[in-house]
């Protein structure tokens, strides 16, 4: 297979992707931004929300430090680049600890402290089935290929948007928490995004053998997280029927 070919594939492939499985697309992010202040001033359903979203976005980050083929000292300087904008001090800040203060603010009823989301087999333990589920699947496919990371990658921006455009019906105040606000001033996740897939383009270039298992890892993840929406809005429907 010319390498020229190899790339191409990948990209035509990962685009088509993208399409099929734009998160802002899925049933959920319609519910949720239907939802009436009524049914979304539940602190409880906004905790078990903020618990499966929180986890599902650690295990990436746990697990973006095992991604494959990223190994000459340039490449490893890019892929930190990455995991310095979630994991590194930004004015004293991460990710993982902005998101949980916007829900705290909403009014969530915080299930788990920000510190026991370590583990992830026993974070997997506490967590319904397919959340957990979603979590083994990224433990799993992170360090196989790098079609996983480019999918969560390339669709961050789609979803973290469709999740604060749905939520700003009944808390407007939501666009200007950091969580949102600082990802999008400063374009970290499309930036992200261009950055996991240029990688992997340099990878496949030079080693265009492993161009199956990266698109079967892509295929596999957009999938998984079409699984993890669904799971979200039967929690949606749940909280709805009892009230």
Avoid at 100 to 114: E, H, P, Q, S, W
Avoid at 155 to 179: G, H, Q, T, V
Wanted: glycine share 4%; with cysteine; charged share 20%.
């Amino acid at each position: 297979m010319a390498t020229q070919n190899a790339e191409q594939i990948f990209q035509e492939y990962i685009t088509k992707l993208y399409q099929q499985h734009l998160p802002s697309q899925h049933t959920f992010f319609a519910n949720l931004r239907s939802s009436s202040s009524e049914k979304l001033n539940n602190r409880n359903l906004l905790g078990h929300l903020h618990l499966r979203y929180q986890a599902a976005c650690h295990a990436t980050r746990v697990m973006v430090y095992h991604i494959p083929h990223l190994d000459s000292p340039s490449l490893r300087v890019r892929k930190l680049r990455v995991i310095n904008d979630d994991d590194g001090l930004m004015n004293g800040d991460t990710h993982h600890y902005q998101l949980t203060r916007a829900f705290v603010r909403m009014g969530a009823k915080i299930l788990i402290d920000d510190e026991e989301f370590g583990s992830l087999n026993t974070l997997q333990n506490i967590l319904d089935p397919i959340t957990a589920k979603f979590i083994l699947l990224v433990q799993n496919l992170y360090p196989k290929s790098l079609g996983p990371w480019c999918v969560i990658e390339m669709f961050a921006d789609d979803w973290m948007r469709a999740i604060m455009n749905s939520l700003s019906k009944c808390f407007p105040f939501i666009k200007e928490e950091a969580y949102f606000a600082d990802c999008f001033s400063e374009g970290i996740e499309t930036r992200h995004a261009h950055e996991a897939l240029d990688l992997t383009s340099l990878v496949i270039r030079d080693n265009p053998e492993l161009l199956n298992g990266t698109i079967e890892g892509a295929r596999v993840m957009a999938n998984g997280l079409d699984m993890l929406w669904s799971g979200f809005d039967d929690l949606l429907q749940h909280y709805w029927q009892r009230i």
